[in-house]
């Protein structure tokens, strides 16, 4: 999708991000701490939603991808989702991991399989998503980039 442009959000620009996911009930309580990373994606019609990686290795959790309600359905969530790819590849991110309660469809269909919790590298199934925030219910994803 051209036009789609990406922006590292710093700490002081998180306000309108932790309302996006509250509002969409993802978690919002280690937004600042250490080791994560959250871009805003904009398009020439503006806010195109948000999306994040936590960690400093190889293997990174892809945290909090959010397309905003009035901009849902036009294959933005894909476009969104690629780019968000390429910025972890440019920081040399090997294998994206994900868990999430209700979108286990799309990213299956955009490249991520299913895994074992149990399997999780030590530094994933060590975070707070995995030990905390995320239910153990939630669909446990990979993919290598």
């Known amino acids: 999708m051209t036009g789609l442009r990406v922006h590292r959000l710093d700490v002081g620009d998180f306000g ?3 309302d996006a996911l509250a509002a969409a009930d993802l978690p919002v309580a ?6 994560r990373a959250f871009f805003r994606f904009d398009d020439d019609a503006g806010l195109v939603g948000y999306g994040g990686l936590e960690g400093d290795r190889a293997n990174r959790l892809l945290r909090s991808l959010l397309i905003v309600a009035d901009r849902r359905g036009d294959g933005l969530g894909r476009a969104v989702l690629a780019l968000l790819e390429n910025v972890a590849r440019v920081m040399r991110v090997q294998r994206l991991h994900l868990l999430t309660t209700t979108a286990a ?3 299956r269909a955009n490249g991520y399989a299913d895994a074992d919790r149990v399997a999780a590298p030590a530094a994933i199934a ?8 995320c239910p153990a219910s939630a669909a446990y994803l990979v993919k290598a980039l």
């Open 16 to 18: 309108a991000l932790r």
């Open 30 to 35: 280690d937004l600042a701490e250490p080791g």
């Open 126 to 133: 060590g975070s707070r998503e995995f030990t905390a925030l």
């Open 105 to 107: 469809p799309f990213f």
